[in-house]
């Protein structure tokens, strides 16, 4: 005899079992059953994702081809690289000239050769960006969590007084900038569990100390008030209930976080010069170094991007060569800092870095070799302009990622693309259901984790069938 | 004491009572033993405990029957004492306290090892008390007895009844526990849940006995119970779509012929079945099932191992289609119940006989300030300012609640203004979202707002949007993304999937990518329903892969009329306007009333509101409103007039401790759930009481441009109209990609931090501050002031002396600007009461 079959429940439960979804003021998250629970062995803690927002183009980065100086008349389709190769510390493999520190702690990664990214047609940058955050492709009938907001679901924050998903350097205020928001979201896991942005490192501080011009000793004052008129007030006759309990929670953790010793890490004046300055390559650079000192107060999920600006950066329409210059300057240094600074303070180990792009670039080739697209970008044949040298188009079917750190394997290759035209992955494709999964495991979360919205099941990637590529780890 | 004869016949009596019960007792046990279990629990608490305790339930009866019987017979013996009867009764008392006491020992056994709840403690504590009298009737009888005190005899004969009383009720509510609470009641036909012993209700109480045949009816319940239990976890593998491991569980013959590995039921035998063992694997079993998400309950196990004890019945004949619970479509037009004394709002009435049936008691309405901020909110979407609130403080009308009600439905812009936010998420609709860049989004807000301003005929509304002209066309031509798209998500099946949600509670988005696991609608059926907006038939995807099959363009419920599929597009969705708004449709004004309800009483009479297939609190008072609504010209303002005039929509309001109480199957309506208020009521009313906190510059539209434009107050942006921002998103705005119908009420970090050092907010008040600094001067009248603009009530002593204590007597910007942070953080003003 076990459980006895107790008839009640019997009844009740049937019929119980049918209500689950969204309700009118019902916290969202209550009506989420899921079977989730952390594995008991994870490699990591912290997630630090550098987003190269715009299409970084492999083979000018990290999978450097045959190098074709430019020169007038030169025929677009001999080019596959624009700049030449440099070693990098491991033996046979080489970068575009430009990112010589990244290649110097290639001993502490890997280097993914091979990502192919989703096949959508007629390319939007936001929707592949949409794919790659959320492993959803747009639009969804549901609103699809980040997958910074699953982590913070999942996991919550390392540090209390730390946001568990902090978004570091996008704004949303520039063109595609509703686009990005529909991917910048916890959708269904509800808000709470949505990112803190922080749209400029350097005023950082600014959004978690007391407002503009007050003081420590005001801000006290301010939060005593407060808390003296809730126990004085006439509401008390109202009793208690749940929206009240929240407000005075969730108050109670802004106080704690605004006053908080761990808030400094928000403060980029605090840190060095010398290393302030190695860092100090623009937003991306300090969004870098605000990464680092997140992570060492203990943070959950941090992304830093290069800010996504339609035709900026990355996106790379023209003089993609000559950009590349500067955008490469922009990453090397504090990238490479970044891995070295974590660890030296041990925190490498169990914090997993990844830098990844929505997908490559070619001069020829827009979408992929056996599946073309519309093309966005008008290549001459011949070349006798340096703004129409370097990698234009859209190419999704060879891509980089690095990893470091968390239990990812060190000085290690995964995957190959094609030496010539078009350089597209020919060995262990690589796909972002492989790459969130990954990542997941890299945490112990479960492969299957889900929850019910609207009745069905939601799984962090689609159907819950994505795995994780094992070989990454030691 | 008395002679020998007596006692003899006394003895007689006695032993005939413990054969009697001795046979119960034997009884009791079989039906103990041979009940149904489950294989899935752990021992957590020790075998020999965990073994009396399931004793409680034959122990109990005991004392059931020896005290009952005890108090009987000595209903025999009150004209002498010492009656022949005597000494059968003193040893019924005895043995039926002793017994007591043991079943008390053990109902504590079982309490710690069960999962009952609510009526537990009433059994628990009734259960003490009876055996606390019987303690006590047993002590007097033993004085009478041994001492001769004949005085007591009285008092032993009052408390030994109160004891037999105490086990009748401690017995009924033991019952309860055990069958359900309904499980006397249901067999009395003069109460609601009356069951006729025949009725198809799958009644469990009445399978107690394993040994027992099912009726046919029976049997053909617990199979769609079943077959509702595949559905929703088995189908998505072992279903029409995918047929893993060779083993389908949709249809009779294949469930029976089994899977790869041969038959997985042996009716009769749970054990030897797979498919038992396979669901009650621990979850790290590589055969566990379901091999992915969640494992079954344990009543879904529980249910499943009972049906195929019973042999796994599935009566023949057509595979009955309806697993899952479908909603009626037909309106319905209850008999209002009659009005009594001042109930004479029919929502009253229906509350009414809600709460006597319910045993709730209407308590004290609320007070004015309390009613006017509700009905400023839930109408206009503003707080009262305070010379509104003096004037309706000083109404003396006998009549003035509906007369304000009705004043603020006049109000139009104000109106429209509070709507357009629900519309906007409704519809997602926006001034701003993906879609627009790439010219794949059409904004409709000046349709909208003009309609909610003109209080279009809902029937009209719905039929502007199904069908649309130019300036409505944006809800059903959907947003398209550049470049491919999923095809469950082409602009057609989001139409589909829209319309079904928004007007009939209904969620197609499964069945839109295949048959769906959730309700019993067909990827065909969407499809069909997905045709109406096509320009040529589109070809069904399952799973995203061409199926190479078409369907013609049809109406979810045939019923309803049908499509002509050769027509155009415009004259297909015309068409489909036509049939939507028929009253036939019952759903479409169920949904609409329920989610206007939903709005102002904060909890849907069904929830969740998009899925009107659940069953509401109270079906006789949706039915009711819905009918009349759609008789009444389907006017959404004399809707909500109805129910804000109603003395339900006036009870305190409800404030629950624990979220999941307000969905849980047993919610009980008592009264408005408490609200909190959106990001547009919080945002202006921060506005209304100290200044804007949008700039014009954000407004993206602007009715104070159209003719007849009449704005009562105030003269700032109202949130509607404006562009979404940082602000209005941390408080709860959706981005409106998606349909949004309920917006989330518990607050967190986020939104707390954007109120604590939040730009925006913080320069909106200390710009307020230097404003009242200037205008008020004095710390008295702005303590005042604020108080009355923002909670609608004067500061009380204790509070006045806190704010007093910060402002001091020559008030400064900074301690003005901290005291209106404070107030406006306060639950009391961002909750509605």
């Known amino acids: 005899m076990n459980t006895p079959w107790n008839r009640r429940e019997f009844l009740k439960g049937t019929s119980a079992a049918t209500i689950a979804a969204l309700a009118a003021g019902v916290p969202i998250t209550s009506f989420l059953t899921s079977c989730n629970r952390r594995k008991a062995n994870s490699s990591a803690d912290t997630v630090i994702l550098l987003w190269m927002a715009g299409g970084m183009a492999h083979t000018d980065t990290f999978d450097p081809k045959r190098y074709t100086p430019f020169s007038k008349g030169m025929k677009a389709n001999d080019v596959l690289s624009t700049f030449k190769s440099i070693p990098t510390i491991l033996d046979g493999v080489s970068f575009s000239d430009g990112l010589q520190s990244i290649g110097n702690v290639m001993d502490r990664g890997t280097l993914i050769r091979s990502y192919v990214a989703g096949d959508m047609g007629h390319i939007l940058h936001s929707r592949h960006q949409y794919h790659w955050h959320t492993c959803y492709k747009p639009p969804q009938s549901v609103s699809a969590p980040h997958i910074g907001s699953w982590i913070a679901k999942e996991l919550g924050s390392v540090n209390p007084v730390i946001p568990a998903f902090i978004n570091i350097g996008q704004r949303f205020t520039l063109g595609e900038g509703e686009e990005l928001k529909a991917f910048h979201t916890a959708g269904f896991l509800g808000s709470e569990y949505g990112p803190f942005l922080i749209p400029d490192p350097s005023s950082g501080l600014e959004s978690v100390k007391p407002p503009v011009g007050m003081s420590a000793t005001r801000f006290e004052k301010r939060n005593q008030l407060y808390n003296d008129l809730i126990s004085k007030s006439a509401a008390g006759e109202f009793g208690s209930d749940y929206q009240k309990e929240s407000l005075r929670r969730s108050m109670e953790q802004a106080y704690m976080l605004l006053k908080s010793p761990e808030a400094a890490a928000f403060d980029l004046n605090k840190e060095p010069r010398q290393s302030y300055d190695i860092y100090n390559t623009g937003k991306f650079g300090l969004g870098c170094l605000m990464a680092r000192r997140l992570t060492e107060q203990g943070a959950r999920f941090i992304s830093v991007t290069t800010e996504y600006e339609p035709f900026k950066s990355w996106d790379t329409h023209d003089n993609g060569h000559t950009r590349l210059i500067d955008m490469k300057k922009q990453i090397d240094g504090p990238v490479s800092q970044l891995i070295k600074d974590l660890e030296r303070t041990g925190h490498l180990d169990r914090t997993l870095i990844i830098l990844a792009s929505e997908f490559s670039r070619d001069m020829m080739v827009e979408g992929r070799p056996d599946l073309k697209v519309k093309e966005q970008v008008n290549q001459p044949d011949i070349i006798d302009d340096i703004k129409n040298y370097g990698m234009h188009r859209h190419f999704t079917d060879g891509c980089s990622i690095l990893m470091f750190g968390g239990g990812i394997k060190k000085g290690y290759v995964y995957g190959k693309t094609a030496d010539e035209r078009p350089c597209k992955t020919i060995e262990k494709p690589i796909v972002i259901d492989q790459i969130h999964q990954t990542i997941y495991h890299a945490l112990g979360i479960e492969e299957d984790a889900n929850y019910v919205v609207e009745k069905r099941p939601f799984y962090t990637t689609p159907d819950g069938l994505g795995k994780a590529e094992l070989e990454l780890f030691t | ?833």
């Open chain 2, 1 to 833: 004491m008395g002679n020998t004869k007596n006692i003899i016949s006394g003895k007689k009596i006695t032993i005939v009572i413990i054969i009697i019960l001795a046979i119960w007792f034997l009884r009791m046990i079989y039906i103990s033993f041979d009940g149904p279990s489950t294989a899935s629990s752990v021992f957590e608490t020790f075998w020999l405990w965990r073994f009396f305790g399931r004793l409680h339930p034959l122990v109990v009866h005991f004392p059931v029957g020896l005290l009952l019987f005890a108090a009987i017979l000595e209903l025999f013996t009150l004209k002498k004492f010492d009656s022949p009867l005597r000494p059968g009764i003193n040893l019924l008392v005895a043995a039926g306290v002793i017994s007591a006491i043991i079943s008390v020992a053990f109902g504590f056994l079982l309490s710690r090892d069960g999962n009952y709840e609510d009526d537990l403690s009433i059994h628990q504590w009734l259960g003490i008390g009876t055996t606390c009298l019987g303690l006590v009737s047993w002590f007097l009888l033993n004085r009478i007895l041994r001492k001769n005190r004949l005085s007591l005899v009285k008092s032993y004969r009052i408390i030994l009844f109160f004891s037999a009383l105490g086990v009748s009720l401690a017995g009924h509510f033991g019952a309860s526990l055990a069958h359900g609470n309904d499980y006397l009641s249901s067999t009395l036909p003069w109460t609601d849940d009356y069951t006729p012993a025949g009725s198809v209700n799958f009644e469990l109480a009445s399978f107690k006995n394993d040994t027992s045949k099912l009726t046919i009816k029976q049997e053909a319940e617990l199979n769609v119970q079943v077959r509702a239990i595949f559905a929703h976890n088995c189908y998505k593998c072992h279903g029409a779509e995918k047929v893993k491991g060779e083993l389908r569980l949709d249809r009779k013959n294949m469930v029976f012929k089994g899977g790869e590995n041969g038959p997985v039921i042996v009716p009769g035998n749970a054990r030897e079945s797979e498919l038992f063992r396979r669901i009650t694997l621990p979850s790290s079993h590589k055969d566990r099932m379901p091999s992915k998400g969640k494992m079954l309950s344990e009543n879904d196990i529980a249910v499943i191992n009972f049906w195929i004890q019973k042999g796994a019945p599935w009566p023949d004949g057509p595979d009955k289609e309806n697993v899952f619970k479908v909603a009626a479509l037909p309106p319905r037009n209850p008999k209002l119940p009659p009005a009594s004394g001042n109930m004479t709002n029919p929502v009253d009435r229906w509350t009414n006989q809600y709460f006597i049936k319910n045993k709730t008691s209407w308590p004290n309405l609320v007070d004015d300030g309390t009613y006017l901020r509700r009905i400023f909110l839930d109408i206009i979407g503003l707080l009262p300012s305070p010379q509104e609130i003096d004037a309706f403080t000083k109404d003396s009308r006998p009549d003035k609640r509906s007369l304000w009600v009705r004043q603020l439905l006049n109000r139009e812009d104000d109106y429209a203004m509070h709507w357009l936010t629900f519309w906007n998420d409704a519809l997602r609709n926006d001034y701003t979202g993906t879609g627009y860049i790439t010219k794949g989004r059409y904004d409709i807000t000046d349709w909208l707002y003009k309609s909610i301003k003109s209080n279009k005929p809902y029937q009209q509304f719905v039929k502007e949007l199904v069908s649309p002209a130019e300036g409505s066309k944006g809800f059903v031509e959907g947003i398209k993304w550049r470049g491919v798209v999923n095809a469950s998500q082409r602009t057609e099946m989001q139409a589909a999937q829209n319309v079904s949600q928004v007007f009939l509670g209904l969620n197609l988005k499964c069945a839109s990518c295949h048959n769906s696991f959730i309700s019993d609608w067909k990827l065909d059926d969407a499809y069909a329903f997905a045709n109406i907006f096509a320009d040529s038939t589109l070809e069904i995807n399952r799973c995203d892969k061409p199926t190479g099959k078409f369907t013609d363009a049809r109406m979810l419920w045939k019923e309803l009329g049908t499509i002509d599929n050769k027509a155009t597009v415009s004259v297909k969705r015309a068409q489909l306007a036509e049939n939507m708004i028929k009253p036939e449709n019952g759903r479409l004004y169920r949904t609409l009333v329920n989610r206007i309800w939903a709005q102002l009483m904060g909890r849907g009479l069904i929830e969740p509101v998009d899925i009107m297939d659940n069953e509401p609190w109270s079906q006789d008072l949706l039915d009711w409103m819905a009918f009349n609504f759609q008789q009444n010209k389907s006017d959404i303002k004399e809707l909500i007039y109805l129910i804000t005039t109603s003395k339900t929509y006036q009870l305190p309001s409800a404030g629950f401790k624990d979220p999941n109480k307000i969905v849980s199957q047993d919610y009980k309506f008592t009264g408005m759930l408490r609200k909190r208020m959106t990001a547009e009521q919080f945002a202006d009313a921060a506005g209304s009481v100290i200044g804007p906190l949008f700039h014009d510059s954000l407004v993206k539209y602007k009715p104070v441009m159209q003719p007849g434009y009449v704005q009562s107050s105030p003269l700032f942006a109202r949130a509607s109209l404006v562009v979404n921002n940082t602000f209005l998103t941390a408080l709860g705005r959706p981005n409106r990609e998606t349909v949004s119908t309920s917006r989330e009420s518990q607050a967190n970090l986020l939104q707390a931090l954007e109120l604590t050092n939040g730009e925006r907010f913080n320069s909106m008040i200390k710009k307020g501050a230097e404003d009242w600094k200037k205008r008020y001067k004095h710390s008295d009248v702005i303590i005042k002031e604020i108080y009355k603009r923002a909670l609608g009530r004067e500061a009380q002593p204790k509070e006045f002396e806190v704010a007093k204590k910060l402002l001091g007597n020559k008030p400064e910007t900074d301690s003005i600007q901290d005291l209106f942070w404070a107030i406006m953080l306060l639950p009391e003003f961002q909750i509605i009461y």
